[in-house]
């Protein structure tokens, strides 16, 4: 048999391109440039390794991955590409459209620091909580947003919120000689995330069309970042710009429907799931959703009437953002379950601790959990939609610590 | 001789540092053979390698206070003197530098990603070496970054050798990015 002659540069400029590049590019959010067919052949036997293991792309949710066959084109073309090619440019995507309606900004004086430590706040560490300004001068309905950063390569992701100001100022006194504060970005019972979450992946993302996220007028937008120590010291500058929904065109806004876990603890070595059920009351749409959830969960799934609807099987909390969940719909009676694979055992490779230790978290909004962005279907309900929110997480003060429901164990004989 | 061609130093980073003797001189008079010494193979856009730089900065002036040199090889081709102290410098490190495009320190010492560390006596011919691993765990795997190192196993075997130790220890495999061959 003849084997067929190994792709060429142009069978994989297109790939490299799309599933690399946006990325890897000057100013990107990756550490090097791999925009030149020399870049990859000079790294070929790691990038290799790299992409036989799904690590790059870094992409959780299988639909945004490139397929085998895709795969297996760039794997074939490293392996023959000799490294006394002539170099070859690889283009960087198409820049999605971005229309800059609205600034805001963080005041500059925060640096990143070269390596994470131990701080005053146990628990999220390499949080940080900033306040973004001028407020809100008139409702906004955003319809994309788009950050930058002084420290793409350190910047993991920002949890956007809203807020009268109150609770962040008070926070922000805190640490009074340097802007934000070293604690995580809830504000009261809106969590930070709650107007979606931007990561290395979608630093310019558009919510749908048809949909906004909305901020009332006087209120600050305000982030939760997750950072990354590079090993050299980063001053953050940061602006996030808004796009609004034309004010002519109508389009509905997305309120949070929390499916979270106020409260959980697991015992050092033992695996098993945790779930948060709900029944949506009216008609709605659900077209994004947003993960809380640290690196004791391996997995994270969402599913509507038994059929599943969004599934990461290897959760990497290095990745998160804000997903799309094309066409996703309930009505009225349908039943949402969130799931969550626990593993706070040695065989979980991302867990902090090892050997591992019994672990208990907590948060007011919620310490583990995926939100549904979700808006009425007739408008008359949208008022309702709000009012699920806030009843949701005033039902959830009251529920008590959970624990995982064991699949590793064999279950206790009961008396 | 071998000394002669162990003389890839390219430049001193410290101050402090230059009072230390070219390495031919130290093999001349001091035994420079039985003389411990620290590697670390680097790489300028290795973000694992670029992320546990501030140990090794640290470890570099540990070492130095303890009259052990340590070197900073950079086995990438193409790279350039001035790129590689730019590096150096900017992430605070501690040594000499070495360019390693002809890989003889790769060969000599094994090495397979960056950043690997070592702890050797000898010359690049017939090193002898006492630890070959990773620096910390900071990183448990690629793209597995943890929040903070828990174990320092590089610092761990300089110090066995400052106090003597000349068992030869080999650590949990460095985590990093490869070295192409």
């Known amino acids: 048999m003849i084997d067929p002659p190994p792709p060429t540069f142009e069978d994989v400029r ?122 809100a001068d008139q409702l906004l309905r955003v319809q994309a947003w788009r950050f930058h950063s002084s420290a793409p390569r350190e910047v993991e992701s920002i949890g956007l919120v809203h807020d009268d100001g109150t609770i962040a100022r008070y926070g922000d006194l805190q640490e009074p000689n340097t802007p934000g504060y070293e604690m995580t970005g809830d504000m009261g019972w809106r969590p930070a995330g709650m107007l979606g979450v931007l990561g290395v992946a979608n630093s310019t993302f558009r919510i749908p069309d048809g949909f906004h996220f909305e901020v009332p007028q006087d209120h600050e937008i305000d982030f939760e970042l997750r ?62 959703v947003s993960v809380r959830a640290g690196r004791r969960i391996r997995g994270v799934s969402l599913s509507v009437d038994g059929k599943r609807v969004f599934d990461i099987p290897d959760w990497d909390p290095h990745w998160q953002q804000t997903w799309e969940i094309p066409d996703l719909r309930m009505t009225k009676g349908m039943q949402v379950v969130a799931t969550f694979n626990v593993d706070n055992s040695e065989e979980n490779p991302r867990n902090p601790e090892t050997p591992p230790r019994d672990i208990q978290f907590g948060r007011r909004t919620g310490a583990l959990g995926i939100w549904l962005h979700a808006a009425a279907i007739d408008p008359v309900d949208q008022g309702t939609l709000q009012q699920i929110h806030r009843s949701i997480f005033e039902a959830q003060q009251s529920e008590p610590v959970e624990t995982p429901r064991q699949i590793e164990q064999s279950p206790k004989a009961s008396p | 001789m071998a000394s002669k061609r162990l003389v890839l130093v390219w430049l001193c980073l410290t101050a402090s540092c230059q009072s230390l003797k070219p390495a031919h001189q130290m093999q001349a008079r001091d035994g420079f053979d039985s003389k411990i010494r620290c590697a670390v193979f680097l790489s300028p856009d290795c973000p694992i390698a670029n992320a546990m730089a501030p140990s090794l900065g640290r470890l570099g002036q540990y070492a130095q206070q303890h009259d052990i040199e340590t070197l900073l090889i950079y086995p990438r081709k193409g790279l350039t003197t001035r790129q590689v102290s730019n590096h150096a410098q900017s992430y605070g490190l501690v040594g000499h530098v070495v360019l390693d495009p002809d890989h003889r320190w790769v060969n000599s010492l094994d090495a397979t990603v960056t950043p690997e560390a070592f702890v050797f006596s000898g010359g690049i011919e017939n090193p002898n070496v006492l630890y070959q691993g990773r620096i910390n765990d900071l990183y448990r795997g690629v793209g597995n970054r943890q929040e903070q190192a828990r174990n320092h196993d590089f610092r761990n075997a300089i110090e066995r050798s400052i106090a003597g130790n000349r068992e030869s220890v080999s650590g949990p495999p460095a985590v990093g990015c490869t070295i192409e061959r």
């Open chain 1, 14 to 135: 297109d790939l490299l391109s799309q599933n690399c590049v946006a990325c890897h590019q000057q100013e990107g959010p990756a550490p090097f440039s791999l925009t030149k067919s020399t870049d990859y052949q000079r790294r070929s036997a790691f990038i290799q390794a790299l992409i036989q293991e799904d690590r790059m792309p870094p992409h959780l949710v299988a639909s945004e991955r490139w397929s085998d066959q895709e795969k297996d084109v760039v794997l074939r073309w490293l392996a023959a590409a000799s490294r006394d090619e002539d170099s070859q440019t690889v283009p960087a995507p198409k820049v999605p459209s971005f229309r800059k309606d609205r600034s805001f900004r963080i005041p500059e004086g925060f640096v990143i620091p070269k390596e994470g430590g131990e701080r005053w706040h146990r628990g999220d560490r390499d949080v940080r909580t900033f306040r973004l300004a001028p407020r």
């Open chain 1, 227 to 288: 950072f990354r120590p590079s090993g050299i010291d980063k001053p953050l500058a940061a602006t996030l710009e808004a796009e609004l929904v034309p004010d002519q065109q109508k389009s509905r806004a997305l309120h949070l429907i929390p499916l979270s876990i106020r409260s959980w603890r697991v015992k050092a070595g033992e695996s098993g799931t945790l779930e948060q059920r709900w029944v949506s009351p009216i008609d709605i749409d659900v077209p994004l």
